[in-house]
């Protein structure tokens, strides 16, 4: 376990150092969940021209109900796993550029499971309807590599939110496809 704890660090150390001035600014926009919420009004209205106005709003409750699970899993794996954040780990934290601070816990992801989840349910729901809905997972993986970027998370930390994003997503889509998607 030590060697792959290792690892993730030294990866982290390689992906952050590659972050400048130049970039900051845009990589702490990005980061921040608000500046997200217009891309949420654009994936409800995709579902709305393609499923209507009852059934984007009640596949919308069913996603805000998904990623509040998310959340609470998160801070419960968080809480019980108590990994440092790279930014608060002294090993390592006098050779990495400190952006922004935060005192939680770092294992697993919450941006990660979250974005995940939200693009995975968008995907799957809106497929059928749009050739390149597949571009929703930018915003994932933009906001995953945020958070690297910022070195508030190891990169196995975004691999796990990243799977727990999809095993939640895939619950919920279950959900969603037996009450709303039936044929």
């Known amino acids: ?18 972050g400048s001035l130049t970039w900051d600014t845009l990589w702490l926009f990005i980061t921040n969940p608000l500046h997200w919420i217009p891309l949420f009004f654009i994936i409800f209205f995709l579902g709305y021209k393609a499923l209507g106005v009852k059934k984007a709003s009640i596949i919308m409750v069913i996603t805000a109900l998904n990623t509040a699970t998310t959340l609470i ?3 419960l794996i968080k809480n019980a796993v108590q990994r440092i954040r790279p930014i608060n780990d002294v090993s390592i934290n006098n ?3 400190v952006l922004i601070e935060q005192n ?3 294992f697993v992801s919450g941006h990660s499971a979250v974005s ?11 497929k059928k309807h749009y050739k390149f809905i ?8 933009l906001f995953a590599y945020s958070r690297i970027y910022l070195a ?15 095993v939640l997503a895939l619950v ?12």
């Open 73 to 75: 899993i998160v801070n």
């Open 116 to 126: 995940f989840t939200i693009a995975f349910i968008t995907f799957w729901v809106l």
């Open 172 to 183: 919920f889509y279950k959900i969603i496809k037996v009450f709303m998607l039936k044929k």
């Open 1 to 18: 376990m030590e060697t792959l704890i290792n690892y993730d660090k030294q990866l982290l150390l390689f992906l952050h150092s590659k």
């Open 134 to 141: 597949f571009l929703i997972f930018l915003f994932p993986m």
């Open 95 to 97: 050779t990495i550029r």
């Open 104 to 106: 939680d816990f770092s």
């Open 152 to 166: 508030a998370h190891f990169p196995v930390d975004i691999v796990f939110g990243m799977f727990l994003g999809y």
